[in-house]
């Protein structure tokens, strides 16, 4: 279980205040696979999907962070989805910032025009050469985006990936020089849990790398309502109760076809 935490300040480095300083909230939540056999999946968790927080209830899934943490938002999932979850990493989205900077920028792509206050986005249709504050704030914007969430989500994998691809590249393996900087940013932009170790964080670059690629399987869950609202808890994101638990069986044994799947 992958969750991309935005821990920020008012004199935020990478981007502009945009009213939620001094907190830490699970922004993203990712959910990695990779079965014995099929294609390794990189499935999409809205963090306001509707769920129910074991000792706390229906709420919305970013909720459980929240109310517990780590913990308490693995114990969630794996209510969710039926799966046990085996690693947790959480990636703070502004530390990602640090590593585009220290690769030497990366190139993102959206296909069209921004102009984001919030976010401090402006971008130019296409795909552009980003140091790292743009890269974040590529990865922050959300109130530009007709797809809010899962758009911001499928962003924030496509810096992750690009990241991931840069970083593997032979050319820049054969410059191990760029390492030290390299390796402090992603230190500080990534937390393991306990049970994880060097050969855990391989395995999740390799992974990630498969999920991403042409054999790899991106989305989210099967969706019945993008604005479902139970009461006061607000607009909520309502997976379908009848499609998911296949779902989650074929994503468990690895009979997701490749590509996209839900809304991704």
Request: net charge negative; hydrophobic share 40%.
């Amino acid at each position: 279980l992958l969750a991309g935490t935005d821990a920020r300040s008012a004199d935020d480095e990478f981007g502009i205040d945009d009213g939620v300083a001094g907190g830490t909230r699970s922004d993203s939540i990712l959910l990695l696979h990779r079965p014995r056999r099929g294609p390794t999946a990189l499935i999409s968790l809205p963090r306001d999907t509707f769920v129910d927080i074991p000792g706390r209830g229906p709420n919305k899934l970013n909720a459980a962070y929240a109310f517990g943490g780590p913990q308490l938002l693995v114990e969630t999932v794996e209510g969710l989805t039926g799966l046990a979850i085996d690693h947790y990493v959480e990636i703070n989205m502004g530390g990602l910032g640090s590593i585009v900077n220290a690769l030497g920028g990366v190139y993102l792509c959206m296909d069209r025009d921004v102009n984001d206050e919030n976010s401090g986005l402006t971008w130019n249709a296409g795909c552009n050469f980003v140091d790292g504050g743009v890269a974040i704030a590529f990865a922050r914007m959300r109130y530009s985006d007709p797809m809010s969430d899962i758009g911001r989500a499928d962003r924030q994998r496509q810096v992750i990936n690009t990241i991931v691809d840069s970083a593997l590249d032979p050319q820049r393996l054969r410059r191990p020089t760029q390492y030290p900087m390299l390796l402090n940013s992603g230190l500080s932009a990534l937390s393991l849990d306990e049970d994880s170790s060097i050969f855990a964080f391989a395995w999740l670059a390799l992974a990630f790398r498969e999920a991403t690629g042409p054999n790899g399987v991106t989305g989210t869950p099967p969706i019945a309502d993008l604005d479902f609202r139970p009461g006061v808890i607000g607009s909520t994101v309502l997976i379908d109760p009848e499609m998911a638990p296949q779902f989650w069986r074929d994503l468990r044994d690895g009979r997701l076809e490749p590509g996209r799947v839900g809304l991704g």
